[in-house]
T-cell receptor, first 113, second 115 residues
């Protein structure tokens, strides 16, 4: 079983729809949770960063962490064609210089005009 | 957010030659840098972790003599693919961490094609 599971998609939704992206994990020690967006042939871009449980909102993006269920989500409101990309969840345990960040496999998202 | 610059963005080389890829943190000191490899439509595969001033730690299955990593300063890490072969063709991405939190910032990637 992978430490982090993420549906690879592809996920296709019409412009303006609300998008829900999710990851599950098995390591209860994870405390830091991140979402990255990656366009084709580009490096990932940090979208959201959350520590422990709860919600965080930034513009059209909302990140949710439910540690009791070991489940994290990223919601995109009023989706735009420019949101079409691969979205990677990432997480790590208590911080140290040697701690690894574990990535999900990524979900490919396509927003139809 | 912090900026990580990676060069070159693409490189084509002949089989048997060596290629160096640079990764620089432009506005912060990167105590730890990571190198990843990514195949089309696949996720990131961690190759190695480098801390400034010490030897890199390689993931299982990654040949350290093939992929030489140097992290000589707090703002620069290099990956050298030695004696490159066509099977080394891939997208290589570096990332850097500030040392104060878990946020990881990525370079723009390097597409390596070995003929």
């Amino acid at each position: 079983q992978k430490e982090v599971e993420q549906d690879p998609g592809p996920l296709s939704v019409p412009e303006g729809a609300i998008v829900s992206l999710n990851c599950t994990y098995s390591n209860s020690a994870f405390q830091y949770f991140m979402w990255y967006r990656q366009y084709s042939r580009k490096g990932p871009e940090l979208l959201m960063y959350t520590y422990s449980s709860g919600n965080k909102e930034d513009g059209r993006f909302t990140a949710q962490v439910d540690k009791s269920s070991k489940y994290i989500s990223l919601f995109i409101r009023d989706s735009q064609p420019s949101d079409s990309a691969t979205y990677l969840c990432a997480m790590s345990a208590r911080y140290s210089s040697a701690s690894k960040i574990i990535f999900g496999s990524g979900t490919r998202l396509s927003i139809r005009p | 957010g912090a900026v990580v610059s990676q060069h070159p963005s693409w490189v084509i080389c002949k089989s048997g030659t060596s290629v160096k890829i640079e990764c620089r943190s432009l506005d912060f000191q990167a105590t730890t840098m990571f190198w990843y490899r990514q195949f089309p439509k696949q996720s990131l595969m961690l190759m190695a972790t480098s801390n400034e001033g010490s030897k890199a730690t390689y993931e299982q299955g990654v040949e350290k003599d093939k992929f030489l990593i140097n992290h000589a300063s707090l703002t620069l890490s290099t990956l050298t693919v030695t004696s490159a072969h066509p099977e080394d063709s891939s997208f290589y991405i570096c990332s850097a961490r500030t040392g104060t939190n878990e946020k990881l910032f990525f370079g723009s990637g390097t597409q390596l094609s070995v003929l």
